[in-house]
């Protein structure tokens, strides 16, 4: 944990004592074949000996997911290019906060960095609760594990989300679409609120499903727009059909919703989605 002004113990209204001014962060960081990543702190530090995730306090100005990246990095050695951050959760007691930053492994090597780090281990998620964890991180990880390994895939129906804005769309289709796909690559940066869970943000994997005069739109960073030679409607089953994650679709088409949702699709509307792009 960084020694920063921001490192500082802080009376909580729930009685207890946390660390971070300006709260604190955690990366969870999850890999198929290892497990995820615990530290087992320090005999000195605040709630010694016990198992919890790479993490610290927020310093002044810095983002939970910098945080716990930068914390990952000085407690057990993992560089940011070596994850992808998918989700962050967040605890909020009002007066302070606690983000856990949910993320993929990409072939992430560890090892106990400073002075904090006692010891850190890849654990099967399972057991997880047969280690002595701190009070906090035990409290909160029936909820995590639910969402250890996942991520989310955002699929958009360009041409029905187009279509709810009379903006004269229909005199430049492929534009318009192009406005949307780089208007969602600034959503796949910003996040998305989990459809279940307030507490939780999402940045998806988006994927814009067009069609039509819009086919040749190309894919961005952070969008992959895949074309339907005919039926967009059954282009978007398609792709959300063999989506092995979480997936929410924004449709307003009633019969395309039914489709998708047999399927285990969430549902944003794109009236939803178009008041948050514009806050972008």
Same mark, same amino acid.
Request: negative net charge.
């Given at each position: 944990?960084?020694?920063?002004?921001?490192?500082?113990?802080?009376?909580?209204?729930?009685?207890?004592?946390?660390?971070?001014?300006?709260?604190?962060?955690?990366?969870?960081?999850?890999?198929?074949?290892?497990?995820?990543?615990? !530290?087992?702190?320090?005999?000195?530090?605040?709630?010694?000996?016990?198992?919890?995730?790479?993490?610290?306090?927020?310093?002044?100005?810095?983002?939970?997911?910098?945080?716990?990246? =930068?914390?990952?990095?000085?407690?057990? $050695?993992?560089?940011?290019? @070596?994850?992808?951050?998918?989700?962050?959760?967040?605890?909020?007691?009002?007066?302070?906060?606690?983000?856990?930053?949910?993320?993929?492994?990409?072939?992430?090597?560890? =090892?106990?960095?400073?002075?904090?780090?006692?010891?850190? =281990?890849?654990?099967?998620?399972?057991?997880?609760?047969?280690?002595?964890?701190? &009070?906090?991180?035990?409290?909160?990880?029936?909820?995590?594990?639910?969402?250890?390994?996942?991520?989310?895939?955002?699929?958009?129906?360009? +041409?029905?989300?187009?279509?709810?804005?009379?903006?004269? *769309? *229909?005199?430049? &289709?492929?534009?318009?679409?192009?406005?949307?796909?780089?208007?969602?690559?600034?959503?796949?940066?910003?996040?998305?609120?989990?459809?279940?869970?307030?507490?939780?943000?999402?940045?998806?994997?988006?994927?814009?499903?067009?069609?039509?005069?819009? &086919?040749?739109? !190309?894919?961005?960073?952070?969008?992959?727009?895949?074309? +339907?030679?005919?039926?967009?409607?059954?282009?978007?089953?398609?792709?959300? $059909?063999? !989506?092995?994650?979480?997936?929410?679709?924004?449709? @307003?088409?009633?019969?395309?919703? =039914?489709?998708?949702?047999?399927?285990? @699709?969430?549902?944003?509307?794109?009236?939803?989605?178009?008041?948050?792009?514009?806050?972008?």
């Amino acid at each position: 944990m960084s020694q920063a002004s921001a490192s500082v113990f802080v009376r909580c209204s729930c009685g207890r004592l946390h660390w971070g001014r300006y709260g604190a962060a955690g990366l969870l960081l999850a890999d198929p074949a290892r497990g995820v990543l615990l !530290q087992r702190r320090a005999w000195w530090v605040h709630h010694g000996r016990t198992w919890a995730l790479p993490g610290g306090a927020i310093e002044a100005g810095e983002t939970a997911v910098n945080a716990a990246a =930068r914390e990952a990095l000085e407690e057990a $050695a993992v560089p940011v290019d @070596a994850f992808r951050a998918v989700a962050a959760s967040v605890v909020d007691h009002g007066d302070w906060s606690y983000t856990t930053v949910l993320a993929l492994a990409d072939g992430a090597e560890a =090892r106990a960095a400073n002075t904090e780090s006692a010891e850190v =281990r890849w654990v099967d998620p399972d057991d997880v609760p047969g280690y002595r964890l701190h &009070r906090d991180f035990a409290a909160a990880w029936p909820d995590l594990r639910d969402r250890v390994g996942q991520e989310l895939v955002f699929v958009v129906d360009a +041409a029905n989300v187009v279509g709810s804005r009379p903006d004269g *769309w *229909w005199r430049d &289709r492929h534009g318009a679409a192009e406005r949307l796909r780089d208007q969602l690559a600034k959503l796949a940066e910003a996040g998305v609120p989990d459809p279940d869970d307030p507490a939780v943000t999402w940045w998806p994997r988006i994927i814009l499903v067009v069609e039509g005069r819009a &086919r040749n739109v !190309q894919s961005v960073p952070g969008v992959e727009v895949v074309a +339907a030679d005919t039926d967009g409607d059954s282009k978007i089953v398609e792709v959300v $059909a063999r !989506q092995k994650a979480k997936v929410l679709v924004a449709t @307003a088409d009633r019969e395309l919703r =039914r489709r998708v949702a047999a399927h285990g @699709a969430s549902i944003l509307g794109p009236g939803t989605l178009r008041t948050r792009l514009d806050e972008l």
